[in-house]
């Protein structure tokens, strides 16, 4: 299958120097690259996994990679990266990565998954909480299937220059074009939420992490709240029965 590019964007660095960058889906070529960009700054980074400690624990981190070539693997899942637009169109280094599941409402998350490692066994618990409720949530709102966020990364040398938003935004261009009523995601970082607003993204949920942390035995090292927010697509139309 060919790489559709999503969009192509120039950014300036604090530095006053100009990147021009692309959006586009990951080649099944660059596999390996997208895995290693997940482990070294998500997986030991994001919020709920540093709360859980996988970064201390080198079977949490093993088992952590093989979700995630699994996940790359797995035609429900949708994987873009960033890479800086060159003239040729190869794609060098992934400076970015974001990835998507089609989730339909039903049956419980990760319900029967077991992990060799705590830490990881802990992680999905707090996960599949947020996620019962992010169902719950789709249902009342009578959306039957929908993009939940599996992940957003950037490499450090490539933060603060709108490449986050530019994952939002071909989120909501992917339910456009595969005619998917909505996307989700947990956004844990005010920067990634007053984004989200800009680009008409709604939030349904607050979560307390503190509370959340105490009602599953994890101690979160900072407070504040996590918005589950989604973007609702206004050109849906759903299937009709035959």
């Given at each position: 299958m060919s790489c559709r590019v999503w969009?192509?964007?120039?950014?300036?660095?604090?530095?006053?120097?100009?990147?021009?960058?692309?959006?586009?889906?990951?080649?099944?070529t660059r596999l390996e690259d997208?895995?290693?960009?997940?482990?070294?700054?998500?997986?030991?980074?994001?919020?709920?996994?540093?709360?859980?400690?996988?970064?201390?624990?080198?079977?949490?981190?093993?088992?952590?990679?093989?979700?995630?070539?699994?996940?790359?693997?797995?035609?429900?899942?949708?994987?873009v990266i960033c890479c800086e637009d060159r003239d040729d169109d190869a794609v060098g280094q992934i400076v970015g990565a974001s990835s998507i599941e089609l989730s339909a409402i039903g049956p419980e998350?990760?319900?029967?998954?077991?992990?060799?490692?705590?830490e990881m066994q802990k992680i999905f618990m707090l996960l599949g909480a947020v996620m019962s409720d992010t169902h719950n949530i789709m249902g009342e709102l009578h959306i039957s299937n929908f993009y939940d966020d599996r992940g957003i990364v950037?490499?450090?040398?490539?933060?603060?220059?709108?490449?986050?938003r530019e994952f939002l935004k071909t989120r909501c261009l992917a339910c456009v074009t595969n005619n998917i009523p909505a996307t989700g995601a947990l956004m844990t970082c005010i920067a990634t939420q007053k984004a989200a607003e800009k680009d008409n993204w709604?939030?349904?949920?607050?979560?307390?992490?503190?509370?959340?942390?105490?009602?599953?035995?994890?101690?979160?090292?900072y407070g504040g709240v996590s918005k589950l927010m989604i973007w609702k697509n206004p050109q849906y139309k759903p299937l009709q029965n035959m």
């Open positions: 969009s192509r964007f120039q950014t300036t660095r604090s530095d006053g120097t100009s990147v021009k960058l692309r959006i586009q889906d990951l080649p099944e997208a895995v290693e960009l997940f482990i070294q700054y998500f997986i030991l980074e994001e919020t709920f996994h540093k709360a859980v400690g996988v970064a201390g624990n080198p079977q949490a981190i093993s088992e952590s990679r093989v979700i995630v070539t699994k996940s790359m693997q797995d035609p429900a899942f949708h994987h998350p990760f319900e029967g998954i077991k992990f060799e490692a705590d950037v490499h450090p040398k490539f933060r603060q220059l709108g490449i986050a709604e939030t349904v949920l607050e979560v307390d992490l503190q509370e959340l942390g105490r009602n599953h035995g994890v101690t979160f090292e």
